[in-house]
């Protein structure tokens, strides 16, 4: 099969020619149809996530269909479609996992980074953290709930329960299905993008934001909660610094710039501010369960398989409206 390969960080990926991989007995061997691009991808080609498996196919927002079912499998039947998302596996038996945190798994594994994911025509995935999806939409829509819509759907509710004005920094993938959930849910929704990037302004109010400006501008209203999807640290204490009382700042990402120091008067009046690790299955039952009703429509742009690196550094740019998504050769929806 062909496959897009990072065989050393901060390299460009090399398109290869590789075994189709073979399904263990708990595991699915999937024909993948769409893969998304997600900045942590970035992360790690770049290096600033450090402990890749090499060589590696990277890739965890993966929609495509059984072509075989390990032995010990269950709910999953040869053409089924199914999603996989970053959470590749966890022990189950670590304290993080008995306590319903699995997201904390001591013992993890990452589809994309720790085993390989769905940059290449087929994967094999644990069925255990495996997605049934729905088969009403296109492949490629479908890809970036996996890891933007599911992580962004965690980092939003994160924010509590009491929030009516929503910050949202880095109008991204992540965001775009956000916005879309948050404006469902009766939220009003302040978009923040780097400054002067009018584009990704009105494509945030198109998706119903009230507002839309530059990271360092003073919102008309002070934010109930921020959500910082853009790796920049410096957005952490303008996020505070526009919040109202008891606000909560959370951060989705993976990696971000280190932060600079701020006054504590910013984080006084208890103020919260956390960042959100991973997911769990439960997040991504309820993602799936929602996106129907919102209902969610992704801004997507699909790009070849064999064009990754041109997808990497679309992304490296930021010139990108929505989600960018591989489509696989073959794939009948996007031939
Ligand atoms: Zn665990
Ligand atoms: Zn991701």
Redesign the pocket.
Known sequence: MTAMVLERPREPLRQVQVPVPAPGPTHLLIKVRACGVCRTDLHIVDGELTEPKLPLIPGHEIVGTVAEAGAQTRGFAVGDRVGVPWLGH?????????RGQ?N?????LFTGYTVDGGYAEYTVADHRFCFHMPEDRPHADQAPLLCAGLIGYRTYRMAGPHVEHLGIYGFGAAAHIVAQIAVHEEKKVYAFTRPGDTGAQAFARRLGAVWAGDSGETPPQRLDAALIFAPVGALIPAALEASDKGAAIVSGGIHMSDIPSFPYRLLWEERVLRSVANLTRADGEQLLALAPQVPVRAAVHTMPLAEANEALAKLRDGHVEGALVLAMPGDPQHP
């Open positions: 966890t022990d189950g038996t670590c304290r993080y996992c008995r699995e904390l798994c001591d013992n993890p």
